[in-house]
């Protein structure tokens, strides 16, 4: 097992035990990711395995009504129609990140966020669920044409854009939780104590902030594509009802 040291760039690196004669590696971004899943499933099954719906209610039914109640307001600003079908997804996307991230407190603990492959993970699901989610709403052969449009010029263009922002995704993520990392490991190596944790408080910040900015982004990018459906849908809702008016 190898010890946590600054000079690592990503946590991917760091081996804690290697099995079938080295075939198999446990490094940090797999321990660490599996930590956090552990704590979100503990953690839901406590919260939810007394669910009340009286006037007294658990402060941590209360606090997790709050966390969905505000994931819920925020695809509601991006995407109105629909909305609840999306927190699932988004919600989960902001809770593993999130926590992921408020986790560095912990001595010794990594954000699995730091490793550029599971920031690449997050992303792949993203990228996945656009489509599948834009399918869901206009139907394969419209959401395809969508890539043809408004000319069949565009459609390297389409598949680009699919790609770079996916890219995009997984970078900024990557890069800015891997660098606060290396900056407050750094600084304990240097300076007093009072000035890294300013620092380790600032990233607690951060990582919320990071946390938000993916999750929007994802919304975004989900509600493009299932946008296009509803301004047909209501460009011909508004047609009908201009010809009903011409034509009383």
Known sequence: MEVMNISYISPDQVIFWKLAGGLITINATLVYTWLVMAILVAGSWLVTRHLSTGIHVPRWQNFLEVVVSAIRSEIRDVSPEGSDRYVPFIGTLFVFIALSNVLVIVPGYVAPTASLTTTAALAITVFIAVPLYGITKQGIIEYLKEYFRPTFIFF????????????????????????????????????????????QALGLLIGMIQAYIFSILAMVYIASATQAHEDKKHGTEKDGLAAQRANP
Request: no cysteine; aromatic share 10%; charged share 10%.
């Open 156 to 199: 390297p263009f389409h598949v680009m854009g699919e790609l770079s922002r996916t890219l995009a995704l997984a970078v900024r993520l990557f890069g800015n939780i891997m660098s606060h990392e290396k900056v407050v490991g750094i600084l304990l190596a240097v300076t007093p104590l009072f000035f890294p944790i300013v620092m």
